[in-house]
């Protein structure tokens, strides 16, 4: 349908314009804060204060836009709402607390957070939840959620979301590549004319491993487009009815990117030559290539309509939604544990 491709070239428009946009200013000092609160006062009259970053506001708007995704997949084939809503925010229950607990498995480090992680936990858990949670609904309110959509909607969403999520990567200085020098010819070359510099000794980058100013590998752009094409792609098969290859591509293309991408990285990822999260990667590749065998003869052939998807969120509970998933969000991933601010405030004499 000529109206699908327009919602996903949109869609494409949309993320490719914001990936351009935060190359260029994210790595920058002064975007990583976004806002101090005072909490407590000090002894000299200046205010200890907590610190809301970029990072949290960023990761807020990368999980919305990964529910809108979810919600318009679910929505084009006709999924009520509600239903959608319910299991979204029972994936994010496990997803969200295990970003933190694998993390501090994995690298040891009670304040971090890893989106490898989570999408491990989420991927492995998500066919025995829709299958609960189906088994709930066809007892109270007698609806099924088709499986191998949901599925589907779930890998697309989240290919979209870690797109525009590394955003707030640029912005913490995490997640980043390696120093161009480590690299010769053609590689080199490259590197030399796509780098990125970090500036900020309060970004990742720069109290880890001691990167700033210096010429990094893009790993971050470079995989946000890498998702946003796939995740393009995938949604397109999703439309057209081809509903467990999509999600097959989906996972199947998530994970190989996190073993190749993190080839190019150089902050830790836990000890070993091959890393946790990439034997996690290989791990729930090949987990939905078994869902997907498993459910191929369950498979109903519903071509989406993304426009109608998307025109069912126009009412007060979906925004709603939305912006609850975003404010919690900021206040899981926002207030930054790792750093505080002294405030002072001061009167412009002149304007009393």
């Known amino acids: 349908m000529v109206d699908n491709y327009l919602f996903i070239a949109g869609l494409g428009i949309f993320c490719m314009s914001s990936i351009w946009w935060g190359t260029k200013r994210l790595p920058g000092e002064n975007w990583q804060f976004f806002a101090s609160i005072p909490v407590r006062k000090r002894g000299d009259g200046t205010w200890e204060a907590i610190n809301i970053t970029w990072y949290g506001l960023l990761v807020a708007g990368a999980n919305v836009f990964a529910a809108l995704i979810f919600f318009v997949m679910l929505g084009a084939v006709g999924v009520p709402f509600a239903a959608s809503v319910f299991v979204l925010l029972t994936i994010l229950l496990i997803c969200v607390p295990a970003a933190g607990f694998v993390a501090q498995i994995v690298e040891r480090k009670q304040a971090t957070l890893t989106v490898g992680g989570a999408v491990f936990v989420g991927s492995i858990a998500a066919p025995f939840l829709i299958i609960l949670i189906n088994l709930v609904s066809r007892w109270l309110v007698g609806f099924v959620l088709p499986l191998p959509q949901t599925l589907a909607a779930c890998a697309v969403a989240f290919l979209f979301g870690e797109g525009l999520g590394r955003l707030a990567c640029l912005s913490y200085g995490c997640c980043y590549g390696k120093p161009v020098e480590e690299y010769e010819g053609i590689l080199r070359q490259i590197f030399e004319r796509t780098a990125l510099v970090f500036y900020g000794k309060s970004k990742k980058i720069a109290y880890a491993s001691g990167l700033e100013g210096r010429k990094i590998v893009p790993v971050q752009p470079v995989t946000m487009t890498a998702y946003v094409i796939a995740g393009m792609a995938t949604l397109y098969l999703y439309a057209g009815g081809h509903c467990l290859a999509a999600y097959v591509t989906a996972s199947i293309f998530a994970s190989f990117w996190r073993v190749f991408s993190e080839l190019f990285r150089a902050d830790f990822r836990g000890g070993g030559r091959i890393t946790a999260y990439q034997v996690m990667a290989g791990v729930s590749a090949l987990y939905s290539v078994g869902v997907a065998v498993y459910l191929r003869n369950r498979e109903v052939f519903i071509p989406g309509n993304l426009p109608r ?35 002072e405030f001061f009167l412009h004499e002149d304007r009393v």
């Open 309 to 343: 998807g998307a025109a069912s969120l126009w009412s007060p509970g979906p925004i709603i939604a939305l912006l609850a998933i975003w404010l919690i969000m900021v206040v899981f991933a926002g207030i930054s544990t790792t750093t505080f601010s002294r405030v």
